[in-house]
């Protein structure tokens, strides 16, 4: 399984975020080719260490490999999620990592 990791900082408007986010953003990225499962952190998200970054919000969302996350954002569905992402959380605001995971 590979994961794509998506942590957004605290935006300047959080109303505006919001409702991009859960009423345009969501719907798109819930039709990319190969999306297994989509989450989001359910309340604050709380730094162990002092002085962390004010994260805000994290997407995590499931596929069977990093070659199907490629795959996926290379697809139409994929470009749209990618533009879109631009409209409400600029470069400075988001970290998005890829991984595959590893059962231990």
């Not at 297994?36 to 952190?41: F, G, R, S, V, W």
């Not at 996926?72 to 409400?88: H, L, N």
């Amino acid at each position: 399984m590979a994961k794509m990791v998506v942590i957004y900082n605290t935006p300047k408007d959080k109303a505006a975020f919001d409702k991009h986010y859960f009423e345009v953003h969501i719907p798109l990225a819930k039709k990319l080719p190969g999306l297994i499962k989509y989450e989001i952190n359910k309340g604050p998200v709380v730094p162990v260490v002092q002085g962390g970054p004010d994260i805000y919000l994290i997407a995590t969302l499931y596929f069977d490999s990093l070659d199907a996350i490629k795959k996926s954002f290379a697809s139409p569905e994929g470009q749209a999620c990618r533009i879109d992402r631009k409209t409400y959380a600029p470069d400075d605001l988001v970290k998005i990592y890829l991984y595959d995971t590893q059962e231990v």
